[in-house]
Each structure stands twice: as structure tokens, then as C-alpha cells.
């Protein structure tokens, strides 16, 4: 095979794969092998969320969770139930002080006292522990230590929990349970775990079936898959290297998994799909791989580095977080985009014809060749009515953004988990006895020595002052850690953490009470932390730096277009259209978890917000994936206009021929992210839904309807570039190929 012209880098890869097939698998395979032995011997590190929280709830975090001891800070509830043999009837005020009800709470503290890893045993007819009886006397707590950080207190959380169990064995009349830091850390994390791991166990068997009807095949099938695995598996050992550097977010497995699969089955659907194209026109093995390394890797490329630019941004939210999130999905991408256009021309030259093996033999009669009949169909209709059918899937699209333009987010928080945990429904039995009690604002107050009669007595006073406001609650507990430094005022909010009277108390004891306690003392400072002020800051953080992370995107994305398709339209038209596909996922999810119309289907309790960190995830992750498909159809578009077809054939033609493909990537994306809807957490099924809705409606109505018609009113402007951008180098879209068979 020679070529007339040189061949484009993606080309010349493709070739150097196919001539050089053992040391390109060889090569892959070993790179694989290594990074997962390497970061797995070496470990994920992760960071602690205490040390990189945004604005003043951050700094109090940070400064507590340095300035003492490393331990959790669990509560047992107590609590008569009706008619218990305490002797205290519905109502009664005396069940608390009963002899049975005492002797089976100093029962709970001698147990916990011989239980490993607790300390600081807190009873609540001490003096000075005012607030831990209920008013109504049926409820009590025992307070109490738990050795560790965050992670090590979790661990150590089994044995207080076995004890409590056994004390509410002990006493059945009562109802004895655990609710704090590590407890419900422990409870929630297994509930994570166990969603992330089901969505993992189906995510692959899903995937393997969805190929299957796209190719009809099983070998051609499970090439796409086998590479979007060891590209997930080769990145995960790279981020255990890395994360000895940059500590990264515990959830970042997960995020990559997601992304890993979704991209590199799509690059591999895209490379393969190509090949057996040329193929089934006539050329040869070795001229019809070369051809789909020159198109199809090319796009590869230019669609790798584009969603590798919109998941850059994530940087700028300043989060480490968001930015392990940026670390993992950007390294996933790449590994993908070099596997494509590598080891993927490798296994196809290895492979043949004999891809094909393992054929179903219905599903391969059943499948579309060339161009896909149904979407020929719609396309047509399309093409002949561009005003309307642009009118119409515009219309579509703005009716279902709507519902965005009422977006309130919030940090998840208590209420948005699922009641059936045990430990929710020991929260909210806590909440409703000691209101405000299991989730307090905690104000840290640094001075040179916080027991000095000064700081001692702005404390006393930030006490009276809150509690005066009736938005703070008993107990008001304080404590001080070991270099003296700093003290750690625990005050109960009005609410639960997350909804308006929890954010008014803050604002209250943020702007009006701490200011007057503390004005006066020179030396001091403070900082609030809890869940209200967590949310707030977080969400202020996100407020201020989302404009900042999609000008970014928006900017490279265009940059990067133009350069690609030397147009100033295409990039605009782009840009707008996947702004319109973001919008109307966001009305979607608006309208089925913030309106709550969706709750009957998807099994949740709407909390009224929609989770803060997501809008920014899904439009970074979304605005990437959408030019996946974008480029791929574009690309095969302005193959066909550069060949010389006019504007409207190559529309047709680069549709027409692309349909199917897309339609089996979307399904793919569509089938992995749908999953997550059925998970427990109330964010994972945002997160779903949004990313299933988002693929669908970009892969329909924007793809097949909405592109289309806008370049066929727009003709020849389509590739309109002003004279003074003509030096913007040209990029080749039509293989420079002899189409001569070897």
C-alpha cells in the first residue's frame, strides 16, 4: 500500500501498530501489568477531607483536626418506649430518672468503659452535662470518645457498636443505640461501597451485551471491552503512583471506572465500526485498517484532547477534590486515546477478518451495514424540512431546560440519605428528642492560650449569647486541646444541618454573636464549622468559581474546533448545542429530584436541592463526552465536503454513515450511567440520570436532528473562517490513501 501524501500522525501510529503487532501488544500488556502491580503495591492515597475544606468551615476543620487528639465523637441513645418496665407511661417526665432507667444506662457506661478504644465517657447525670436528657425525660445520651481519625475511628467503630448491641439485648425493655462521626461514617461508606461495587458487577456484563447487538459478533465485541478494562486497570495503578505526590479523593476508582469505560469502548466502537466499513467497500485488510486509522484515530485524538481540556477544568474550582477528579478522568482519557490508536490497530491487523468469528447469527443478519436504515430514515425527513425540524427540536430542548433556570443545590446531608440505614433511624429519633443535638456548628477558637481569663470569659459569653438567640441549643460543650492553643465550642443548631433555620442560626452566630463575644479580645480568632456551614461555604465556593471553569472549557473547546475544522461556525454551533444538551439534562433532574415528580420511580425522598458539587461535574463531564460524538460526526462530514461532496451531501452522507455507531456508543454510555439511577444514595441517582439523559438527548435530538438541519440552512457558512484566520494550519479530514486493494 503506498500513500500519495504524508499521513497524518493518528495514521502513521496506526500503520507503525500494524507492521510492529507483537511489540504493540506485548508493549500494552506490560504496561498494564506493571502499573497495576506498582500501584497496587504502593497504594491509593487518599487525602483527608478535614485538611482541604473551602472557606472558614475549612479552616476550622483543618485547625481542629490538627490541634486534637484524633478521635470520633459517638453518642448512645437511651430511650424509653411506651410502656416500658421503666414504669414511665407516654408523656411521663420521670422515666429518666427511674431506678430501672439509671441502672441501665450506668449498665451502657460500665461496658463501654471496657471497651477498647473508647475514652471520656461522657454520662448524662453528670454535672455540667446539661441537655442530655430530653425534656420529656424519656431520652438520654452517653456521650463518648472514640480512638482515631477519620479512617481509623471507623475501624475501631465495631467494637463500641458489638457492645451496644449486646446492651440492647441486655435491656429489651429500652431502646438502646449508636449515632456519631464514625458510626454513621462506617454506615454510610458501606452503603457507597456496596452501591459503587453493584454498579461495577453490572456495568461490564451491560456493556458485553450492547456490543454483542452493535457488532453481532462476540469477538468484535469484546475487543472494545477487553481495552476499555486495561485502560480503567492500567490508569488505577498509574493514580497509585501518582497519589504518593497528590493525594487523591477515595471515590476517584469509581470516577474513573465511569469514564474509562465509556470512552474507550467508544474509541474502539468508532476504530473497529470504521475498518469493517472499508472493508465491506472493497478494500483491502491492510488499506481498509489504514484508512480507519487515518479517520477514525485522527478523531480519536482530536476528541481525547478536547474532553482531556473540558475535565481540565476542574482544576480551577480550587478543591482537591475536584481536582483528583481532573487528575484521574484526564490520565483515563489519555491511556484510552493512546491504546486506540496503538494496541487497538494491532489486535484488528492480528485479528483480520476473523473479528468477526463467534457470530450470532440473527443479530449479524439484523445488522445494519453502511448506513443505518431508521436513522436514514429520520434524516431525510430532516434534510427536506431543515426550518422545522430545527424549530421543533429547539423547542424541545429549551421546554426541558426551563425547570434549570430554578436549580437550588445543596451538600448532601443528612436528609438526603435513605431512612432505611439503622443508623438514620437512630438520627432521627436523636433529632426529634434533642433537636439540633447530633449535628451542632463548632466554632474554633485559636489564641496563645485559649484558658486565659480573657478567651475563657468570651466563650462563657459566645454561650449565653447563643443560646439568648434561640437558635442554639443545650449541650453547649467545650473542649481543649493538649498545646492549649485551641478550644473547640460545640453549639446545637435549630434544623437539621442543611435547611433554612440551620442557615439563618449560622448566619446569626457567623455575623452578630461571634463578632460581639470575641470583638474585644486581642489575639483570638475563630472560625464555624459543622454541616450549615460546610453547605454554605461550599456552595458560596462553587457559586464563585463555576463561571471561571466554563469559560475555561468553553474557550479551549472552541480554541481547539477551530483549529480542527477551520471554521469559526462550527465551534459557535458546537458550543451552543452542547450548552443545550447540559441545559436540558439539568431541567430533567430539576424537575424528577428537586420537584420530586421522579421519587415513585426512582425510590427516593426529594430533599428540594439538587447536590452541589454535581452541576459543575456533569457539565464538565458531559461537555467532554458530547464532543466525542460531535467530532466523530463532524469529522466524517468534512471528509466527504473535502472530497468534494457539497455541504448538504456531505451532511447527508457523514450522518447517514455515523448513526449507527453514535447510536451504539449512546447506548452504551446510556445503559453504564443508567445503573446509577438504581443506586441507594440520592447523588449517585442524580449523577445517573443526569450523565443517561444528557448521552440520550445529545445522541437524538441534538445529532440527529438539531445538527443536521442547522448545516443545512446554513450551507457553505458552515465553513465560513474570517480572512484574517487563514493562517490557522490545515488539517486534512480525507485519508490521502490509494484506494487500490494490497
Not at 484510552?336 to 494491532?346: E, Y
Amino acid at each position: 500500500m503506498e500513500t500519495r501524501e504524508k499521513l497524518n500522525f493518528a495514521a502513521r501510529a496506526g500503520r507503525w501498530s500494524a507492521q510492529h503487532r507483537k511489540k504493540a501488544i506485548i508493549g500494552w500488556l506490560a504496561f498494564v501489568v506493571v502499573a497495576t502491580l506498582l500501584g497496587g503495591a504502593l497504594g491509593t492515597k487518599t487525602f483527608a477531607w478535614q485538611d482541604n475544606g473551602p472557606g472558614e468551615a475549612g479552616r476550622a476543620d483543618k485547625a481542629i483536626y490538627h490541634g486534637f487528639p484524633k478521635h470520633a465523637n459517638e453518642s448512645v441513645l437511651i430511650q424509653a418506649h411506651d410502656g416500658s418496665v421503666t414504669g414511665a407511661a407516654r408523656g411521663s417526665r420521670g422515666a429518666a430518672d427511674s431506678p430501672a432507667f439509671r441502672a441501665a444506662v450506668a449498665d451502657v457506661e460500665a461496658r463501654l468503659a471496657k471497651t477498647a478504644h473508647v475514652s471520656h465517657i461522657r454520662s448524662p447525670y453528670a454535672p455540667g452535662n446539661g441537655g442530655r436528657i430530653s425534656q420529656d425525660g424519656r431520652s438520654v445520651l452517653v456521650g463518648f470518645d472514640l480512638a482515631g481519625d477519620y479512617d481509623g475511628a471507623k475501624d475501631n467503630v465495631s467494637a463500641p457498636l458489638a457492645t451496644v448491641a449486646a446492651a440492647q439485648k441486655a435491656h429489651p425493655d429500652l431502646r438502646v443505640a449508636e449515632f456519631g462521626d464514625a458510626s454513621s461514617g462506617k454506615a454510610i461508606d458501606q452503603m457507597f461501597q456496596d452501591d459503587l461495587q453493584k454498579s461495577e458487577r453490572l456495568s461490564l456484563p451491560i456493556t458485553l451485551v450492547i456490543l454483542v447487538l452493535a457488532f453481532g459478533a462476540l469477538v468484535a465485541a469484546g475487543v472494545p471491552l477487553l481495552l476499555g478494562i486495561s485502560a480503567v486497570a492500567g490508569t488505577l495503578g498509574l493514580i497509585g503512583v501518582v497519589s504518593q505526590v497528590f493525594p487523591v479523593d477515595q471515590s476517584i476508582s469509581s470516577i474513573v471506572l465511569l469514564i474509562g469505560l465509556a470512552v474507550g469502548v467508544d474509541y474502539s466502537l468508532f476504530y473497529i465500526r470504521r475498518e469493517r466499513e472499508e472493508r465491506e467497500a472493497g478494500r483491502s485488510a491492510e488499506a481498509a485498517l489504514q484508512a480507519a486509522a487515518a479517520t477514525s484515530g485522527r478523531a480519536i485524538l482530536i476528541s481525547g484532547f478536547t474532553v482531556i481540556v473540558a475535565m481540565a477544568g476542574m482544576f480551577f474550582t480550587g478543591l482537591h477534590t475536584f481536582s483528583s477528579f481532573a487528575v484521574g478522568t484526564i490520565m483515563v482519557v489519555g491511556v484510552a486515546m493512546i491504546g486506540s490508536i496503538t494496541v487497538l490497530p494491532a489486535i484488528l491487523s492480528k485479528l483480520g477478518d476473523r473479528v468477526e468469528k463467534g457470530r450470532v447469527p440473527l443479530l449479524h443478519r439484523l445488522r445494519s451495514r453502511g448506513e443505518s436504515r431508521v436513522w436514514s430514515g429520520i434524516l431525510d425527513r430532516v434534510l427536506r424540512r431543515p426550518a422545522l425540524s430545527a424549530g421543533v427540536a429547539l423547542a424541545l430542548l429549551v421546554t426541558l431546560s426551563i425547570p434549570a433556570f430554578g436549580l437550588k443545590t445543596g451538600v448532601p446531608g443528612t436528609d438526603s440519605l435513605p431512612r432505611s440505614l439503622p443508623v438514620m433511624k437512630t438520627y432521627d429519633r436523636i433529632q426529634a428528642a434533642f433537636p439540633g443535638g447530633p449535628l451542632p456548628a463548632i466554632v474554633a477558637v485559636q489564641a496563645d492560650d485559649v484558658r486565659s481569663p480573657e478567651v475563657r470569659g468570651a466563650i462563657s459569653d459566645l454561650t449565653r449569647r447563643a443560646l439568648a438567640t434561640g437558635d442554639v441549643r443545650q449541650p453547649v460543650q467545650v473542649d481543649v486541646a493538649p498545646n492549649h492553643q485551641l478550644a473547640r465550642v460545640s453549639l446545637p443548631l435549630v434544623g437539621d444541618g442543611a435547611d433554612a433555620r440551620s442557615q439563618k442560626a449560622l448566619t446569626t452566630l457567623r455575623d452578630n454573636v461571634l463578632p460581639a463575644s470575641f470583638g474585644h479580645v486581642d489575639g483570638a480568632s475563630y472560625a464555624v464549622t459543622g454541616m450549615a456551614a460546610q453547605n454554605k461555604d461550599f456552595t458560596d465556593l462553587m457559586a464563585s468559581r463555576v463561571p471561571i471553569v466554563m469559560a475555561f472549557v468553553l474557550a479551549m473547546a472552541f480554541v481547539l474546533l477551530l483549529i480542527t475544522f477551520r471554521s469559526i461556525v462550527i465551534p459557535i454551533k458546537a458550543i451552543v448545542l452542547n450548552m443545550l444538551s447540559v441545559g436540558a439534562s439539568y431541567g430533567i433532574l430539576v424537575f424528577l429530584f428537586q420537584e420530586g415528580h421522579g421519587e415513585k420511580l426512582l425510590g427516593f425522598q426529594s430533599t428540594g436541592t439538587i447536590t452541589s458539587w454535581l452541576p459543575l461535574f456533569l457539565f464538565v463531564i458531559l461537555f467532554g463526552l458530547s464532543m466525542d460524538y460531535h467530532v466523530f460526526i463532524l469529522s466524517r462530514i468534512r471528509e466527504a465536503f473535502d472530497r468534494g461532496m457539497s455541504t448538504n451531501q456531505a451532511v447527508e452522507h457523514g450522518i447517514k454513515q455515523t448513526a449507527g455507531v453514535v447510536t451504539s456508543a449512546a447506548i452504551v454510555m446510556v445503559a453504564v450511567f443508567g445503573i446509577f439511577a438504581t443506586l441507594t444514595a440520592i447523588e449517585l441517582k442524580q449523577m445517573g440520570v443526569g450523565l443517561a439523559a444528557a448521552v440520550l438527548i445529545d445522541a437524538t435530538i441534538v445529532r440527529a436532528v438539531l445538527l443536521p438541519a442547522t448545516m443545512k440552512l446554513l450551507g457553505d457558512w458552515n465553513w465560513y473562517l474570517p480572512r484574517r484566520l487563514g493562517w490557522l494550519p490545515k488539517v486534512e479530514h480525507e485519508p490521502q490513501l490509494e484506494h487500490a486493494c494490497a
